[in-house]
């Protein structure tokens, strides 16, 4: 501790980059730890029959039959940790305009059109990789047939699913990577592409290994572009396009 404190007051270690570096591990442990609704159910299961939580227990394990509430309270989780709480740090204690980590809506057009690209190169790869059992495995995560798909609740979840994108790129490419570029430069994209690979450990390798591809990618053009708002279109393309491939592979 002596020696944390005489790197911080010596300009070693930068207080504010130490304690985006915290807050992000403590994000990240946060939402593998409560985020989904599995973390949750051995204590709502304890409740007494008729309490509140009974009635949570229920509406968390009993559930949808496509697992419709569990992923919501997934995306949710994502949200909280990833979003909001992250926003918060950065606005009242690192006192961080949002501008200035990415949430940026004017972006030059050229970088539109990288990004354009980027899909275009994505998306082959991801109708190849629809047809492997350990795809069908994964995805849709809304687990219904096309045939059986309640439009309105599918519409629910995909809104549910592109704010969790948010959570995922603000938090990445946004509160993470663009602190950290100001104290180690653009060395910062390989800071945030680590965690950004290992939230994947548990999907396709191929998705994961892509995961390492895509941090560097996105951080980088992020950094360019000086906002995550074309990214968070990216990424939720490309995930949509899976849940569609998926859901008609399943039909």
Known sequence: MKW????????GIKK??????ITGALMLCLRQYYGNSADWIRFFEKGNPGDWRD?????LYIDSENGLHS????????????????MLVSVFVLKTNLSESGIVFRIPRKHWKIYGLLILIVIPFVVM???????QAKYPFYRVSLYDLDLQLFIVWEIAYFLQFLGIE?????????????????????FSMLPYCMIHFGKPLPE???AIVAGVVLGTMALKS??????????YTVAISMELLSLWMRR
Do not use: N
């Not at 629809?130 to 795809?135: A, L, R, Y």
């Open 170 to 190: 603000y938090f990445f490419r946004g509160f993470l990577l663009f602190e950290a570029e100001k104290h180690i430069g653009r060395q910062a994209v390989l």
């Open 16 to 21: 504010p980059f130490l304690i985006a570096g």
């Open 55 to 59: 009635e949570m227990f229920h509406w």
């Open 4 to 11: 944390l404190r005489e790197e911080i007051s010596g300009g």
């Open 71 to 86: 992923l919501l309270f997934w995306a949710g989780g994502c949200v909280l940790f990833y979003l909001l709480l992250p």
């Open 208 to 210: 994961t290994i892509g």
């Open 226 to 235: 000086r906002s995550i708002i074309p990214g968070i279109i990216v990424h």
């Open 129 to 135: 990789a629809s047809f492997s059992d350990h795809f």
